[in-house]
């Protein structure tokens, strides 16, 4: 199209619109639109509600709500046509979120329901510190079929008027920038108290406040968190205490009869029972959203022990923490301890189980060590430290080396496989002890062997390895979530890695142990981890490849990949403090010593514990019968 074309079109168009608008028609009938609502207008009848915040429950704050109840109750009165409704007061609540503010919630119902025409409140702060909350209810109540209006009487904002948008939003922000700097001043305000050894000690259950703030031991309460420590640590369950305390109609902290597993756990975890106090357990990362997060180190904490008169010993609290730290692996009711192997064959092994938590890397070794008495820890010189005589006749053998196995696919071995969270023996392990399918395991963290031998049912260290079907045994993994990050603390081994350590059967005299060499097994690496400068074969990782199998990369360290394997006659040496040993030293069977960590706890004794307890129930079951005699 031309120029001169499109603008003699451009033109036609233009003659046409001026037609149109030009010859407008009259209508017939003009139906006029409903009057707008507007605050001041004096003769609209509307119900009116008032909604106050107070953010403390405090004297003060009392105070000014009955001010603020006495105050709109008369402003509303000032208006003829203005019926009150109600004053929807949240006492005690904040105001960045909405949650838990159940009369603000209950007014928005009954917007909604088109009970009331206009809200009131005196500032926009007092209707939320959350910029987002605050512009939502304003649009959703204008939204309502009958719109409600909010009037902010501090700004003279009626939010149903065009030209409020904009300043309510900017005052929105700015009551939520003001919440951010109270939070922020109220941080500041905690640090100071706690640095200056004023621990906060709210209430709770068998404790009362004395006239300082500080917490004393309520007679009435202190015996039921008592019961609650000592049936625990008896061996019964949360589950099973909750139970007992409805049936004794024993009430919670907040007073009722109604008790949960949660319930007890929370209990037995606050450290204030043991008279001790932690502060900063907890913390909001964000104050509008009001959502706590565990404190996992981001705040600064603080322990006071002996704050405060205890309940129960610090001795007994820490027993079941580690009780309740087991609980989560299986290991229910059983308070950890370590057993070393005092001689034999066994000498210096620990034994372990994969349901124990709570003993450090440091707590194994120390175990193991206790038992010998010489300077060199299991009585073993160092690789390169030893001299050996080669008797007339034999062929000496300096300079040869022992193949590891770790080097070679030898699966008609034993072996043993380690993940971070299961250890899983081969099909030739468990089909040699057959029926026995309960075990125990040993470490020995010096010579770094692993020790597998039967176990009676009712040995506390027992696992499972293996599981029968059809009258043949297959080996069934070993869950070790609770053990296997020591473990692999223990031996140095990054637990995103497979380790494959192989083993052989010692036996003597119809007994029979299996014994592994955990000190060069073959790794084993999922293929995307090998990018990086970190990659096995890098420089940097200590590892050198060897193959690929599936997706798994097979490595040895790389002082294996250098050498053919280990100085035969060291080799040897190492080798007669276990395989070598006579009959009369083999004492398998020797049940492993007590071993007491740097923990020494001194737990109330179980009859002790046992009375108290007896003695709770039978007190409650009189108090029932004199009632019921009543």
Same mark, same amino acid.
């Given at each position: 199209? !031309? ?9 036609a ?8 608008y030009?010859?407008r ?9 409903? +009057?707008?609502?507007d ?25 000014s ?11 509303v009165?000032?208006?003829p ?24 919630n ?22 939320a ?20 209006g ?9 939010? @149903? ?5 904009m ?18 001043s109220?941080?500041?305000? @905690? ?7 004023l ?11 004395d ?8 007679? *009435? ?6 019961l ?7 061996g019964?369950s949360?589950a ?17 009869? +109604? ?26 990362? *964000?104050?509008i959203?009001?959502?706590s ?21 610090? *001795?007994?609290?820490i027993?079941?923490q580690?009780?309740?730290n ?14 070393v ?18 003993f ?7 175990a ?6 010489? /300077?060199?820890?299991y ?11 080669? #008797? ?34 081969s ?10 399918n ?8 010096? =010579? ?11 040995? $506390? ?5 293996s599981r ?8 069934k ?9 020591t473990l ?20 003597s ?7 592994f ?5 073959a ?5 995307y @981890?090998?990018?990086?400068? /970190? ?31 280990s100085?035969?006659?060291?080799? $040897?040496?190492?080798?007669?403090? =276990?395989?070598?040993? !006579? ?6 069977? =020797? ?9 020494? =706890?001194h ?16 007190a ?7 009632a019921?005699? #009543?």
């Amino acid at each position: 199209m !031309s120029k001169s074309t499109k603008k003699a079109a451009d033109q036609a168009e233009r003659e046409k619109v001026h037609k149109r608008y030009s010859n407008r028609r009259e209508p017939d009938v003009i139906y006029p639109a409903r +009057k707008q609502v507007d605050f001041y207008d004096a003769d609209v009848h509307q119900r009116v509600a008032v909604y106050v915040r107070v953010s403390t429950d405090n004297l003060g704050q009392e105070t000014s709500y009955e001010l603020q109840k006495n105050y709109y109750e008369e402003f509303v009165l000032k208006h003829p046509n203005w019926s009150l409704v109600k004053i929807y007061a949240d006492k005690g609540i904040s105001g960045t979120s909405t949650k838990h503010r159940i009369a603000l919630n209950q007014m928005l119902t009954d917007s909604r329901a088109g009970k009331i025409d206009l809200i009131i409140t005196k500032s926009v702060s007092r209707l939320a510190r959350n910029t987002v909350d605050c512009i939502t209810m304003v649009r959703n109540l204008a939204e309502l079929r009958n719109p409600v209006g909010v009037f902010f009487e501090s700004e003279c904002i009626f939010s @149903l008027n065009e030209d409020t948008s904009m300043p309510l939003s900017f005052l929105a922000s700015i009551a939520e920038n003001e919440s951010r700097i109270r939070s922020r001043s109220m941080e500041v305000s @905690l640090a100071q108290r706690l640095n200056g050894g004023l621990p906060l000690t709210p209430k709770l259950l068998g404790y009362s406040h004395d006239t300082d703030g500080k917490l004393v031991i309520n007679p *009435d309460e202190a015996p039921t968190v008592k019961l609650i420590f000592y049936m625990y640590l008896s061996g019964y369950s949360s589950a099973y205490i909750a139970k007992t305390l409805e049936e004794l109609g024993k009430t919670t902290f907040l007073g009722n009869t +109604k008790w949960t597993s949660n319930t007890v756990i929370q209990i037995l975890r606050n450290e204030r029972h043991c008279g001790d106090v932690l502060t900063r357990k907890t913390w909001t990362p *964000d104050v509008i959203s009001h959502k706590s997060k565990k404190n996992r180190g981001e705040r600064q904490q603080s322990l006071y022990r002996g704050e405060h008169e205890a309940i129960v010993s610090r *001795d007994d609290y820490i027993a079941v923490q580690h009780m309740i730290n087991n609980a989560k692996y299986g290991g229910k009711s059983i308070l950890p301890e370590l057993r070393v192997i005092e001689s034999g064959i066994l000498k210096g092994f620990v034994t372990i189980s994969p349901k124990w938590a709570g003993f450090k890397a440091a707590d194994y070794l120390q175990a193991s060590m206790s038992v010998y008495t010489d /300077d060199t820890y299991y009585g073993q010189p160092a690789e390169g430290d030893a001299t050996f005589e080669v #008797a007339a006749g034999d062929f000496d053998l300096r300079g040869f080396e022992v193949t590891n196995a770790s080097l070679f696919d030898a699966n008609k071995r034993p072996y043993v496989l380690f993940q971070s969270k299961q250890i899983k023996f081969s099909t030739d392990c468990v089909r040699q002890f057959g029926k026995d399918n309960k075990v125990e395991l040993l470490i020995h963290p010096g =010579l770094r062997k692993l020790a597998v031998r039967r176990a009676s049912k009712d040995s $506390r260290q027992c696992v499972q390895w293996s599981r029968p079907d059809d009258g043949k045994y297959y080996v069934k993994e070993i869950p070790c979530s609770a053990f296997g990050e020591t473990l692999f603390e223990l031996l140095g081994w990054e637990t995103a890695y497979k380790f494959k350590a192989y083993g052989s059967l010692l036996e003597s005299d119809g007994d029979s142990l299996f014994l592994f060499d955990l000190s060069e097994p073959a790794i084993f690496i999922q293929s995307y @981890l090998m990018t990086g400068t /970190d990659a096995p074969g890098s420089g940097n990782s200590g590892l050198s490849p060897l193959s690929v199998s599936g997706k798994r990369i097979r490595a040895v360290p790389k002082k294996l990949a250098d050498r053919f394997g280990s100085d035969f006659y060291s080799h $040897r040496l190492t080798a007669s403090s =276990l395989e070598l040993q !006579s009959e009369d030293a083999w004492k398998l069977w =020797l049940e492993g010593q007590l071993f007491e960590t740097s923990e020494k =706890l001194h737990v109330t004794k179980f009859d002790e514990m046992q009375r108290f307890i007896n003695e709770q129930l039978s007190a409650s079951k009189q108090l029932e019968g004199a009632a019921c005699n #009543a």
